[in-house]
């Protein structure tokens, strides 16, 4: 059983986990048994992060009954916590950068003066609780504290021999630029000690396991300040082409470096942090997505590793994410044939889903302006109007049923899909591989890519779906529970109905 | 096939028992002489009525159509098809001479030759009686369906709890 510990640093490591979730949930081939995300952020109020620990909460009871020994691979792949816990929380008292380096308490006058010049005023007076800001030079400073924390020492505990680590980071920011290397350098560090004196656990293996990082660069802008924030996306080309030349010295320390980037950009509304940060999803995050499945892929051992015969990394693989069109609208047509494979059928299944239990994209006015939101339709649920009619759901799936609470945390994650999807199709750059809108249970997937089950003189639309489920049900494991049934049931459909080939 | 024509003769009050004697197949002295028409009437009947029900259970077999009215309408379609199938073959007998005088008058009298004629104004079979016959053939096809319904659903993919979910 090999676990992959994935670190997300930053907003963007938790957008990134995000989409990660997405992908899992949807049942995308993964090479770990086992995801084990750290998030770490000083901004532990992050929307971002927020929403991101929310559905990951909400993964975690789905896949219990997930495990139906079937076919099934929705929520296949568990997703297990340090302590229970998501974030890495960095302790300490301090809100200022001036207070936690001590320069008024702790330094000399000579110390004083050193930190005056390398340090601005507006920087040293930096209240760090929402982040640094797009300040490496502070996030270097502070995040060098990992190895004191109760998470990294439940890290070193869990790890076993064959499990992986990847880091997610954004090259452009505060947090995440800082926080890649240095993490990067603790986990290579022999015999590091926790407070207690102690070595931490299995740090041995830690040091020499296979080691991946995801670099993420500048994909949006921010617009005008409106909240004394430092931030300033004017100034992201160049804090990225100097983490970039810093990078270099990465070479032979990691095995796979991933490089996200996307020339297209996004004007995101200007919000330093706390929960003001949620930008919505973007392609790229679903891209660095894939490069965390790409790292754990044992297909893809002999061109992600290259160790000696004392397992040191003889050369690090450089890797990227193409498209086949740089054109402003994506579908799935416009992926290569590599990535076509991994995401067309478990996102299309899901989607069918989730739009069989009612969830749809509609328009709303909110204060005179019209929006798409995502929300249950009542005349969209097919679930609610047909479950009292269909041999599939007697006396199995009731009206009661959608009360369970893992029903309520499955249908939770099916409108954060949809959701997420929307979020993706509102960018600049969109990913628009599906119709939104559509309420049809066959013309939902854009393009010409004809991978749903066509009509035929008998079933169409949504009876296609519900003679598929009354066709299933018989197939499925009687001994399972109910829930885990249901499960089974819908991904047996989805697949019987949707299923690309290429 | 005493059974089908047992089955005919619960519901001859309705149709009357002049025309229930001549679909036996008896004779004016009440002696089969055959054919029994009635196996006839019911064996069509009987197909009718697996047919429609084959139908909807296995061959329309659609989950739109599994609503108890749907399977009423089928319900419906058994009784008009078997209507107008036992109105069309009494109709048919009735109207072409096929019956004998005894049968359809209340009178009757013989010609020199010896053949035997019915008094007119005392006839008392009329195409009233063709009607409710094929209203007793619906009723009984009828009930057939139901029969069947409950019998043999229990293998249809997306109707087998219809009528009662």
Redesign the interface.
């Known amino acids: 059983m090999s676990k992959l510990y994935v670190f997300g640093i930053g907003g963007t490591g938790a957008r990134v986990l995000k989409s990660l979730t997405m992908l899992l949930a949807a049942g995308a081939d993964c090479g770990a048994d086992t995801i084990v995300p750290v998030i770490i952020d000083r901004d532990t109020s992050n929307k971002d992060l927020s929403r991101t620990e929310l559905l990951i909460e909400d993964y975690i009871i789905v896949n219990e009954i997930a495990k139906t020994n079937g076919k099934n691979r929705f929520f296949n792949t568990k997703i297990d916590l340090l302590n229970g816990e998501l974030c890495l929380k960095l302790i300490d008292n301090t809100q200022k950068f001036d207070e936690f380096i001590g320069r008024n308490s702790t330094m000399s006058q000579e110390n004083q003066a050193l930190v005056d010049m390398l340090f601005s005023k507006e920087t040293l007076k930096l209240d760090m609780t929402e982040g640094f800001q797009g300040n490496p030079n502070i996030g270097s400073v502070v995040l060098n504290q990992f190895d004191d924390n109760d998470v990294f020492k439940a890290f070193g505990t869990s790890f076993k021999d064959g499990d992986k680590i990847i880091i997610i980071s954004s090259i452009f920011g505060g947090t995440g630029a800082s926080g890649f290397p240095l993490l990067r350098k603790i986990l290579q560090t022999p015999n590091v000690k926790g407070v207690d004196g102690k070595e931490l656990d299995n740090w041995g293996l830690v040091n020499k396991a296979p080691i991946g990082a995801i670099s993420v660069l500048p994909y949006f802008i921010v617009g005008s300040p409106t909240d004394g924030s430092l931030v300033n996306s004017d100034t992201f080309i160049d804090k990225t082409r100097a983490a970039l030349s810093y990078y270099k010295t990465e070479d032979k320390k990691i095995d796979t470096l991933y490089y996200i980037a996307d020339k297209l950009t996004t004007i995101y509304e200007h919000h330093k942090g706390g929960d003001t940060q949620k930008n919505d999803a973007h392609f790229v995050e679903l891209s660095a997505a894939l490069a965390v499945l790409d790292f754990v892929n044992p297909e893809n051992n002999s061109k992600n590793f290259h160790r000696d015969t004392k397992n040191n990394i003889e050369r690090t693989t450089y890797k990227e994410f193409g498209i086949n069109a740089n054109i402003q609208k994506l579908s799935f047509n416009n992926l290569t044939d590599e990535t076509k494979r991994l995401i067309v059928n478990p996102l299309s299944r899901f989607l069918l889903f989730a739009k069989y239990m009612g969830y749809t994209v509609v328009k709303e006015n909110n204060n005179g302006k019209e929006e798409l939101v995502v929300r249950n339709v009542e005349n969209n649920d097919i679930f609610e109007k047909?479950h009292?009619?269909?041999?599939y759901a007697?006396k199995r799936f009731t009206s009661d049923f959608r009360k369970n609470n893992n029903i309520q945390k499955l249908e939770s994650v099916q409108e954060k899909f949809f959701e997420w999807l929307l979020e993706m199709d509102k960018q600049e750059h969109k990913f628009s591989p599906f119709n939104l809108l559509a309420s049809s249970a066959t013309d939902f997937i854009e393009g010409d890519l004809k991978i749903v089950k066509p009509d035929n003189l008998?079933?169409k639309n949504w009876?296609k779906v519900?003679?598929e489920l009354?066709?299933q049900i018989h197939k499925i494991d009687k001994a399972c529970e109910n829930d885990s049934r249901f499960i089974e049931l819908f991904y047996r459909v989805t697949e019987a109905l949707i299923n690309y080939k290429n | 096939m005493s059974i089908i024509r047992n089955i005919y003769s619960w519901l001859s009050p309705m149709y009357g028992n002049e025309l229930y004697e001549y679909l036996k197949g008896n004779d004016c002295d009440g002696v089969f002489i055959g054919p029994d028409h009635f196996l006839t009437i019911g064996l069509i009947m009987i197909g009718i009525s697996l047919l429609v029900f084959i139908a909807y259970y296995y061959l329309i077999n659609h989950p739109r159509y599994n609503r108890w009215y749907h399977w009423g309408t089928f319900l419906f379609l058994t009784g008009i098809f078997n209507l107008f199938i036992g109105f069309g073959y009494t109709y048919s007998k009735l109207n072409g001479g096929n019956i004998p005088a005894c049968f359809t008058y209340s009178q009757i009298e013989a010609t020199d030759d010896g053949s035997i004629f019915g008094v007119d104004g005392t006839e008392i079979l009329f195409n009233s009686n063709c009607w409710q016959f094929g209203l007793a053939n619906a009723i009984i096809a009828i009930a057939f369906f139901i029969i069947f319904t409950f019998a043999f659903k229990w293998w249809s993919r997306n109707c087998k709890h219809s009528p009662l979910f």
């Open positions: 047909e009292k009619f269909q041999p007697h008998k079933y009876a519900d003679n009354n066709r």
